[in-house]
Every structure is written in structure tokens, then in C-alpha cells.
């Protein structure tokens, strides 16, 4: 059985106060090993909220928002592969959409990022989705294809081996509009996405890797979108900022295990 993951994006939201209090308010405490729950702070409040969750003995893991592809250096704002590792941080997103929209990342920028974050022995939660647009046109399936061609074509199969690939489908038009993809829509990419795998890297790591569904997640619509076959969980941007939201959600995938 595949991991089934939560992972929720705070994005540039909660002051170190309001990250405490809604960390205290989470109820996670599955036994199921193949559960994973995960925070996903500001760089500011990781260390801090990573020290909290180990003092209360949770299970959620924390990981960070992004990082710079270069191991240190004249890069002024930035923070590298080695800086998360070293403060006990495991696990670092790349390649979301905002970061490619708002910061101009592009697939060349996303995979020095993944590649030096694999080489750190970083997790990566692997993010990619297309626009409106894209899907309008009816290309959609080409355009993330494209998008995962490095890491299935340029990185070395061990990555995918070693379980440090998380991938998450995260339609553009979907994330922080409110408007999601229908279960049939996420299950038919989802499907797509592995088959990909399958042909390209093998079956076995096709079976093995969680795909995560990411695009205003709430609480009323996870239920639906975590019973498909190949929907192992999801990214929560908003949504995630509230623990009763937050709360109903994890409580959704413990339930589709
Ligand atoms: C995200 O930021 O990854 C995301 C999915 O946001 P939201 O759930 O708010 O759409």
C-alpha cells in the first residue's frame, strides 16, 4: 500500500504565535505507518515549530516551502538544501506554482533545485499543474508530461528508489480559486501520471510513488477526491491555516486508508 500523505502549505501566513497556537490545536495521532502528516512553515518559525512538535511527542513532520539550488554563496534572501538539513529539516517543496508565476521559475530553475535538494538527501514534494488556458486548449496532459521530464528522464533512478520523490498535481487554475478539480478530472491525471512513470522508470517505482492532489482542498471536497485509486493525499494551501478545516481533512484520509 502506498503512503498516503497530508502536507499543508502556510505559504507566507502565521507569525510564530499563530503558528504555535494552530500546532497545538492539530489532532494527529494515527498509528497507521503509512499515514504521513506534514506542516509546511514560513522559514522563519521552522526550527521553532520542528522543536514543538518533538517536544509534544506529534507525529506531524515539518518541511519547508523552497530552497536555492546552490549549496551556499553570494545569493542574498536565499537558503539552500544544506542550511534545512542541518536545523533537522528532511523534506522541502519545489517547483509550486507560485513560486513559478510570481518569481519567474522555470522548469531549468525547478530542477537544479530538485536535483541539488535529492543530492542533499532532501525529500522533495515535486509540484507541477497546468493553466486554464493549457487545459482549454486541450493540452494538458503534454504540458505536464514536459514538466516531468527531467526528474523522470535526468535524475538518477535511485531517487525514485529511495522513496525521496513526492509528486503533486497542482492545476493552476485550481489553487487558491476556490474552484477544484472534479474527482474525475484529478483521477484521470493522477492515472496519466503514474502510467507515465510506469513506461518511463518502471512499475514498481509507479506503484511506490504518492501523488498528491493540490487546488483548494477543503474539508467538503477530500473525502471524494482521496477515494480515487490514484489520489494519495493532497497539498493544502488555505485551507491548512485552519485547524478545524485542517483537522477534518487529516481525519478524511485516516478514513481512506
Ligand atoms: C497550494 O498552495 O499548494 C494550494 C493547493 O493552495 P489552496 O489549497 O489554497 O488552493
Redesign the pocket.
Known sequence: MRTKIIAG?W?MNLTLTESTKLIHQLNFSSDNENIRVLVIPPFTNLEAIKRLLKNKNSKIEVAAQNLHHSVSGAYTGEISARMLKDIGVDTAIVG?SERRTLFAENDETISLKASSALSQNLEIIYCFGESLIQRKRGIHFEIIARQLDDLIHKFETQYWRYGKIILAY?PVW???TGQTASKEQAQEMHQFIRHLIGKEIGEDLATKTPILY????KPENATELFQQPDVDGG?????SLNADSFNLIIQSIAENC
Open positions: 502549505n505559504k509550486h497542482e485550481a489553487i487558491g493540490g487546488g483548494s482542498v497539498l493544502i494551501g488555505g485551507a
